[in-house]
């Protein structure tokens, strides 16, 4: 990522490390290169920072699991089952006296590969096909494109519960399903870009140097469609979590003991009247991390958004 | 280089439109060779043609021959072709807004010919960036290198293109009109420059513009070019002072001047338009326009004349004309 975004500038890579600290110090930054301003555009909307600041505390729960919480997620402690929320147990326990808290960060874990993961495969594989559909044209962009609308007319879940079924419940099945069913919408928005792209004077300005096609898709094409790019990625991990989560919902996702955050509204939803907690905050945890996502992707895309038009 | 009977066609749903008709063209080492016609009458797709760029499908070259260096360009596969552009053949285009790439500095648009013609390593390719860039004319090169397109102005931007077209030292260059995006103390500024590396490279320039201004100013010879076809060929000095096509008389009389009789006088216009170049009337294509056209004009198809020397005009009554002021 660092590598892409030093097309933007040579400082850009340095500049998105330090994004951590917040919007001032974000506008100091850049001067007046392209991601300077998208970095200060961002840094203004509060929505997004609040949603950054989210994502960022939950990535550091979930990367710091074991010094967050004293607890082991898989350990069983049949004396304890049931407890309710407490200071010892900041979300009480479940049916195995497991502490639900450190199944919930340690659940963090998989959402957040399960966001990340899928989401980059589906955008790089959507990416490429775009560019190659819409620069290429005629008959290829014809098929690539019809191949889209058939994905994209199945109801995604449904399509996902079929692959799952097909390779088997795992987590690792999930990637393969979320990639396969995400990439025609990504490969739809970065064609229609390239189809104005390809028509510009700098496309013709290459070849009349004697670029070859290819090599005009990779360093040409690629660089102006990467704004799009990162928007389309932000914005696709709050739907790949959701994926997730209802997969391991239904059954056919991540499989016992894993903590993950649908199968544990999966588990607890047998005790909702009797320990409602256990199946109430795991899905708080969800709600939070897609809304935080989604507020992040949304500020980016405002951001960005001004350069894509032009 | 050389164009014999260049013939380049669209084949769409509504016709065949023929874009370039037979034109022969010859450029001579080290001179400006100035290609000038109204919009729509083949300049660009000549250009085009030459550098193996005819979008096609539709576009197709259907006959003739363009010889670099004894070499024939429509005898190269595309693969070759890109080999040729960039190296032997360079283009610079008329928008220097949207012709660099946005997202990409300079430094490497610049370098970019160098990484796919020559093998040279990144220190070579850096120095030969930062000689061109100054070659042109661009203050402090070295800082510029990480400069993005947005950063300079129309003039500088259209200097980078001229480097990255000549980088390579290529044996011609093709400039679509280079300078009708500019203002007019920077466009001379522009020429001066192309002008300068000219002589400095050796290498040999077809400058494309409806400006006549442009070519009396820097070109050797000069093509008019009229419906697809070349109607008037010679020296700058035959075309100026000695015209003989009555479309390049038109032209001439259409610049507004600054002389005695000005205000007096109404600027001058060649009525009507180019015809369709998918249905060309019978005869000479500028018959219906030519106010010298006499009957046979329309039936008959004009050759090519000869009036002195390497001046020649496609016209049944050329040489019969008078002065530019008539």
Redesign the interface.
Known sequence: MKRLLSVFHPRSAEASEKATSGGKVLSALGGETLIGDILRSFGRNRTALVGFCAVFILVVLAVAAPLVTPFDPYEMNLDDQFLEPSGKHWFGTDRFGRDLFTRVVYGARISLLVGLVPSFITVFLGGFLGIFSGYTGGRTDFWIMRLADVVMAFPSLLLALVIMYTLGASLFNIFIALSLVGWAGAARVVRSQVLSLKEMEFVEAARAIGVRDAVIMARHIFPNCLPALIVLFTLRIPEAIMFEASLSFLGVGAQPPTPSWGLLVSRGKEFLFSAPWVAILPGVAIFVTVLAFNFMGDGFRDAIDPYMKD | MEIRNLTTRFFTRKGVVRAVEGVDLAVRRGTITGLVGESGCGKSVTALSV?G?VPSPPGHITAGRIILEGENLLDKNP?QM??????DI??????PM????????IGRQVA??LR??TRLGRRQIRRKVVEMLELVGIPEPEKRL?T?PH?LSGGLRQRV?IA??MICEPKLLIADEPTTALDVTIQAQILDLMKDLMKRLETSIILITHDLGVVAEVCDDVYVMYAGKVVEQGSVFDIFDNSAHPYTLGLLRSIPRIDANWGKRKLHAIEGTVPNLSEMPAGCPFAPRCEKARSFCREKEPPMVRIDGRHFARCHVAGEGGSPDG
């Open positions: 550098m760029l693969e890109a080999g040729v552009r960039g190296k360079s283009m610079i285009f008329q928008e949207t012709s660099l790439n946005p997202v990409l500095p970019e010919p796919l013609h990480w993005f950063q293109m990255m077209a």
